[in-house]
């Protein structure tokens, strides 16, 4: 069953802006926190934000601070990634994740803490 789906991504110019969605589809899918990570081909996956299902408590990569802003929409049981002035170096697969229970903000930057993952969306910036 996909339990989280991504949206949002496209071929873009640098400086641009996209809004990505991570929907969770079942009304019965809850998480503790959902976390937004990327990936480029050759190489590793990395984080980029996350945000408690309260709300609460965000945290993102430092290359992306001030960039992109991740919230979340309870009542759609969904999560944004605004991400603005892209850059080339933001091309990847962007792939949303979900905890299934509580983790500390130290691991919810870590990909092998969560437990449910999107099929990802490219973001494409060309320069």
């Known amino acids: 069953q996909v339990q989280l789906v991504e949206s949002g991504g496209g071929l873009v110019q640098a400086g641009d802006s996209l809004r990505l969605s991570c929907a969770a589809p079942?009304?019965?899918?809850?998480?503790?926190?959902r976390g937004w990570f990327r990936q480029a081909p050759g190489k590793e996956r990395e984080f980029v934000a996350a945000?408690?299902?309260?709300?609460?408590?965000?945290y993102y990569a430092d290359s992306v601070k001030g960039r992109f802003t991740i919230s979340r929409d309870n009542a759609k049981n969904t999560v944004i990634l605004q991400v603005n002035n892209l850059k080339p170096e933001d091309t990847a697969v962007y792939y949303c994740?979900?905890?299934?229970?509580?983790?500390?903000?130290?691991?919810?930057?870590?990909?092998?803490?969560?437990?449910?993952w999107g099929q990802g969306t490219q973001v494409t910036v060309a320069s």
């Open positions: 079942e009304r019965t899918f809850s998480s503790y926190a």
């Open positions: 945000i408690t299902w309260s709300g609460r408590n965000t």
């Open positions: 994740a979900a905890t299934s229970g509580y983790a500390p903000g130290w691991k919810l930057q870590r990909s092998d803490n969560y437990d449910y």
